[in-house]
């Protein structure tokens, strides 16, 4: 059996706008995943051309430190795209009034919804579930099953690594506005050891076409009124 990200929808409530949830199986335990070294002239440099908002809402137990160093990885993915992602911390308790209207208003097609889930209700006989997107603009993310595959993987020093490709896919689907994946590079439906190595290597990367098509819908989203 080969450990492998899949896509298998589950019952959801609305098929046109939620695309199909993330998994991987857990046999990852014995993956026993190395370091690949890739030249840095393999990744792509596009200038930053449009900006989003990035609006967090943290509902897991997720470290401050795990946190930061993830929203960097998908951050840096993004940049490779052009798109400079605005992090911004919903969950602050002591918001500025400025930050405090921007999450007031919501997600929507400026702003778009990241939420840190803990697990996926599952059971010994099902796959770990890491994310879905709901369209235009929540993106969610299950770190606790995102650290028990790390953990049952052995690569926990570099979680934060994966937690990070793992924020970028589901924007990704958001900024791509569509539920559909790609043979190659961070919107892959399946992960099998050779995508988990890149994304530990910082190659997991949108291929050149998604980056002007996400390009494209950030400035149309910079665009329109509202949120």
């Known amino acids: 059996m080969k450990p492998a990200i899949s896509d298998r929808p589950l019952a959801v409530t609305n098929q046109r706008s939620r695309h199909p949830v993330l998994f991987l199986s857990g046999v990852l335990a014995a993956l026993g995943v190395g370091i690949l070294a890739f030249p840095k002239s393999a990744l792509a440099e596009v200038e930053a051309v449009a900006s989003i908002n990035i609006l967090v809402r943290n509902y897991s137990e997720i470290p401050p430190l795990v946190r930061a160093d993830a929203e960097r990885e998908a951050g840096r993915i993004l940049d490779q795209a052009g798109v400079r992602a605005v992090w911004l911390d919903c969950s602050d308790k002591h918001p500025t009034v400025d930050l405090e209207s921007i999450c007031k208003s919501g997600w929507g097609t400026r702003n778009v919804s990241l939420r840190l889930l803990s697990r996926h209700v599952t059971n010994k006989f099902q796959d770990f579930t890491l994310g879905f997107a709901v369209m235009p603009g929540l993106a969610s993310v299950y770190y606790g099953d995102a650290a028990l595959l790390a953990d049952r993987a052995e ?4 979680l934060p ?8 896919h589901e924007v990704g689907h958001l900024l791509l506005n569509s539920r559909n994946h790609s043979a190659t590079g961070i919107m892959q439906a399946r992960w099998e050891r050779k995508e988990i190595r890149q994304s530990l290597t910082g190659v997991m990367l ?13 400035r149309k989203r910079m665009s329109l009124p509202g949120g």
């Open 206 to 218: 949108f291929t050149p076409q998604q980056a002007t098509l996400i390009r494209e819908e950030v």
């Open 161 to 168: 690594i994966l937690l990070g490709c793992l924020i970028a």
């Open 155 to 158: 690569i926990r020093s570099e």
